[in-house]
């Protein structure tokens, strides 16, 4: 019986042996190929300017994508039945793809975010409520430092798709303010002593040209609507000095600002 048996063993090690080898070949061939690849388009997207958490995020996504194929490869060649093992791996990656649906739609959002880059590291933003300097982009989270020392991650998926207010894009910003006076002040000489305080202060532009205008008779007072331009880090430096200022100036030449009042007559009605 063994006799009989042994050339038909050897010819089964022989098929086996030569479809290991081959096998173990095309391994060690197609991880020196995937790591290639890897290699490549990370040089390609290094080139391209893509952001470099974005980059080796999808090159380890992209080298192990290929590692999966390439064992699905080598199993089949040696014989393992791959089509079962191709399913359970199709729905274990629906039920992971489910179960990580908030994090899978802030990935989304992180890839959007690092390609059209709406803000970049440094820069002051507002969104989702939150004002503040980004720290750094992740992959899944945005990291904020706001002005009182606070350290906000904002999930990248809501920020994707919601507003992105960046104050650090352009040079230069415009201050918005509103000074009153009261009815019986003089409206020229308030407006002469808001161009002095204008023209003293050095980091306010005179291009474009400072706007000063009465823009409302309120309740109480009559309002001035002053608008000017200053470089973007002056902002909050102009607009505090602004107000100490004015009140300070308003005060030295006689001029009064209102506050809300109101008249009660009382009446007294006949017993």
Known sequence: ?????????????????????????????????????????????????????????????????????????????????????????????????????????????GVLLILFKPYKVGDVVEMQGEIGTVQSIQILNTVLKTADNKTVFMPNGPVANGNIINYSTQATRRVDMTFGISYTCSIDLARQTLQQIIAADERILQEPAPLIVVGALADSSVNFTVRVWTASGDYWPVFFHMQEQVKKSFDEVGLSIPFPQRDVHLINAAH
């Open 1 to 109: 019986m063994e006799a009989l048996n042994t050339p038909h063993l050897i010819e089964m090690l022989i098929t086996y042996g030569t479809q290991a080898l081959l096998a173990l070949l095309v391994l060690f061939v197609g991880l020196w190929l995937t790591g290639w690849i890897a290699r490549r388009l990370d040089t390609r997207m290094e080139r391209l300017g893509v952001e470099e958490t974005l980059r080796r995020f999808l090159r380890s996504l992209i080298g192990l994508v290929l590692k999966v194929l390439l064992l699905i490869s080598v199993a089949s060649m040696v014989g393992i039945a791959t089509t079962s093992f191709i399913a359970v791996l199709g729905a274990a990656g629906l039920a992971i793809g489910l179960a990580l649906q908030g994090s899978l739609s802030n990935f989304a959002g």
